[in-house]
């Protein structure tokens, strides 16, 4: 640094000589010419350029110089720092171009190329609807059980406490599988007698988890069930139940009405109860209709003319199905002692279920196979 007084002869000042400013100079241009990428080049401007480079501090010097000095150096130092300021700015455009060019074909899009023309899809309602019921008992420690769609008609009916002159039976209007002996005669008329039906109901496959497995028992169920009926917006042939089967020692109605509870609170939310109204079922004994609070209105549309609840029709409670504490009979029929133990069972059909749970209005569309409708659901698993 100068001291007060004390002036530089520029030829004594190392950083001065017009042969350093060059040199800074032709260093920088080079070293700027040689920058590969900007990168490089961010580098090299530091180095040439920046508040340390040798032309910076050239340029500290200058003040020190004597007035005559003075306007030759600054001249010299300012046109070599224009020169690598210049070169720096040709070189930066430069390589930005090169890099834009580079970027434009590394990531093309070949606009011509076919799209995907396979949208994608979505779960059937009534599949994601089966698996969330399966999985709030497989929580509790239930097992999935499975039976066959074509049943014999003892487990379908007979060890379900239904006679073959038992008036319940005529509840459930059956398709008979015909028998092999029948097969070449058509229109005989009597395809009745394979003892194979299409199961009316999934509660054969109480039978079936009863006779298969240790006690106690703990079982969810959903499957196809077939009944004669046409297909219309509100019936259809063939359809999806969820039957409950558990037998312990010990349970009793309460157990029932608790799993019940819990069941609708999983699947509506919180807080909406249930209640059991007496009806009859031949495998049950007490039987009942179970029904849950609407979840829509709450029971609050019932004697509101002005907020009437589409639901439930306003009714205040949405039926389930069928329950009951399962009938001694049925635990005889697979050798469980009725002294020891006992349990309970429901089964309700998962259409309606979907039908009010999501407002679909028609059967039909739950059968047909249109993505359009089952779409919207996603792909909820
Ligand atoms: N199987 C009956 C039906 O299809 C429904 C049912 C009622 C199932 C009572 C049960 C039950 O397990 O306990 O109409």
């Known amino acids: 640094m100068s001291a007060p007084n004390k002036s530089y002869d520029p030829v004594e000042v190392e950083a001065l000589k017009p042969e350093e400013i060059d040199r800074a100079r032709d260093e920088a241009l080079a070293a700027i010419a040689a920058a590969g990428d900007l990168e490089a080049l961010r580098e090299v401007k530091v180095a040439h350029a920046g508040d340390r480079s040798p032309l910076a501090l050239a340029n500290r010097e200058i003040g020190a110089l004597p007035p005559q000095a003075k306007a030759d150096a600054g001249k010299r130092v300012g046109q070599a720092r224009g020169a690598v300021n210049k070169a720096l700015k040709a070189r930066q455009e430069e390589l930005e171009r090169e890099r834009d060019e580079r970027v434009l074909v590394e990531e093309a899009v070949d ?30 420690g239930y097992e999935v059980a499975e039976g066959p769609e074509a049943e014999a008609e003892w487990f379908n009916f007979d060890a379900l406490n239904l006679d073959p002159d038992h008036p319940a039976r005529s509840m459930q209007d059956t398709f008979f599988v015909r028998g092999q002996e029948d097969q070449g005669a058509a229109g005989s008329g ?132 069928g329950c009951g504490m399962v009938n001694p009979r049925v635990l005889t029929a697979c050798g469980v002692d009725p002294e020891r133990y006992s349990g309970f069972a429901f089964g309700f059909g998962i259409e309606r279920m979907l039908m009010f749970r999501h407002n679909v209005e028609d059967m039909r569309d739950m059968v047909e196979g249109d993505a359009r409708f089952t779409r919207p659901f996603g792909m909820e698993i």
């Open 190 to 321: 009597s395809g009745d007698d394979s003892g194979v039906v299409l199961r009316t109901h999934t509660s054969p496959v109480q039978i079936r988890s009863l006779l298969a497995r240790e006690l106690p028992v703990y079982v969810i169920c959903p499957g196809r069930v077939y009944r004669t009926d046409e297909l219309d917006a509100t019936h259809t042939p063939v359809f999806t139940q969820v039957e409950l089967l558990a037998i312990d020692e010990g349970l009793t109605m309460a157990d029932l009405k608790g799993t019940l509870d819990h069941m609708v609170g999983a699947l509506f939310g919180e807080g909406l109860g249930t209640r059991l109204r007496p009806s009859y079922f031949p495998f049950t004994e007490p039987s009942a209709e179970m029904d849950m609070v609407c979840f829509v209105c709450r029971g609050k549309s019932v004697g509101d003319p002005a907020n009437p609840c589409r639901t439930c029709g306003s009714e205040g409670w949405i039926e389930l199905g």
């Open 111 to 140: 606009v011509t190329l076919p799209y995907d023309r396979v949208p994608s899809g979505a779960r059937h309602p009534m599949t994601t609807l089966s698996e969330r019921i399966e999985d709030i008992f497989v929580a509790m």
